[in-house]
C-alpha cells in the first residue's frame, strides 16, 4: 500500500519542478516574443520600404532566430533528439575547433593543452555540444577554462575545467538535468539551465558521452567522442 506521506511529498516535489521549469521557460521566451509582435506592428505601420529592409526586417529575423535556438534548446534537453543538427560524421580537428567557437564568443584565446586530435562526427552537431558546455564554464566559473585534449583507444575525450567554488555534490550530480541552476548560476545571470543537458543529448547522439564532475578547483565537464583517422 502506497504510503499517504511519500505520495504527498512527491506531488509536491513534482508541483515544485513545473513551477520551475514554467518560469524559466515563460521568463526566457517573453523578450523575443514580445519583441517580435512589436516588431510585426511596427512593420505593418511602416510608411517606407527602406525602413522595413533596413532596420525592421533584420531585428525581427534576429529574434525569430534568437526564439528558434531556444525551442531548439528545450527539445534537445528534453532529449527530443529530432532537433540535433544531422549531417555526415566527418573528420574534426579538436584544437582548432574549440579555439573557433571560442573566438566567436568574443572572449580572446582559450588555454587548451594536449595533442592535435580529431573526432569523426558531424561538425554542426559537435559545435552544439562544445558551444554550452565551454559557454558554461565561461559564465559560471570564477576564472578562464582550461581545456586538456587526450586521445586514446579508438575515443578523443574534451575535459573542460572550469575553476570555483566547491561544489555541493547534489548540484554536480543535477547539473545535467534540464532546467536545473545551481546557486552560482541563479545569483549571476539569467538563463534556461538546459545548456548542459543540450550537450549530452547531442554527445549521446552522435556516439559520445559528456560526465560532470567535481575537482578541487571547479568542476571538469568531459565529452568523449570517435575519434578520426589519426585521433
Do not use: C, K
Not at 500500500?1 to 518560469?23: K, Q, S
Not at 534576429?62 to 534537453?77: G, K, Q, V, Y
Not at 575537482?215 to 568523449?224: K, R, S, W, Y
Amino acid at each position: 500500500m502506497t504510503d499517504p506521506t511519500t505520495t504527498a511529498a512527491a506531488v509536491e516535489d513534482l508541483d515544485a519542478i513545473r513551477r520551475r521549469v514554467v518560469n524559466v521557460v515563460g521568463h526566457e521566451l517573453r523578450t523575443p516574443v514580445t519583441t517580435i509582435h512589436g516588431l510585426a506592428h511596427a512593420i505593418a505601420a511602416a510608411e517606407d520600404l527602406a525602413t522595413v529592409t533596413e532596420e525592421l526586417g533584420p531585428a525581427l529575423l534576429r529574434n525569430a532566430e534568437r526564439l528558434t535556438a531556444l525551442l531548439d534548446d528545450l527539445l534537445m534537453a528534453s532529449g527530443i533528439t529530432t532537433a540535433v543538427p544531422v549531417g555526415a560524421p566527418e573528420p574534426v580537428a579538436v584544437h582548432e575547433l574549440l579555439a573557433e567557437r571560442w573566438a566567436a564568443m568574443g572572449d580572446g584565446e582559450l588555454d587548451v593543452t594536449g595533442p592535435s586530435a580529431s573526432a569523426l562526427v558531424p561538425r554542426a552537431a559537435l559545435v552544439r555540444a562544445v558551444d554550452p558546455v565551454v559557454a558554461n564554464a565561461a559564465q559560471y566559473g570564477s576564472g578562464a577554462p582550461h581545456v586538456e585534449v587526450a586521445a586514446a583507444d579508438g575515443e578523443v575525450r574534451i575535459a573542460v575545467r572550469s575553476p570555483g567554488p566547491a561544489l555541493h555534490p547534489e548540484e554536480v550530480r543535477l547539473a545535467t538535468e534540464a532546467f536545473f541552476r545551481g546557486e552560482r548560476a541563479v545569483t549571476t545571470r539569467p538563463g534556461l539551465g538546459v545548456g548542459l543537458a543540450v550537450a549530452r543529448t547531442v554527445a549521446a547522439q552522435i556516439g559520445g558521452r559528456l560526465s560532470v564532475a567535481a575537482a578541487d578547483d571547479g568542476l571538469v565537464t568531459t565529452i568523449e567522442l570517435p575519434a578520426g583517422e589519426g585521433g
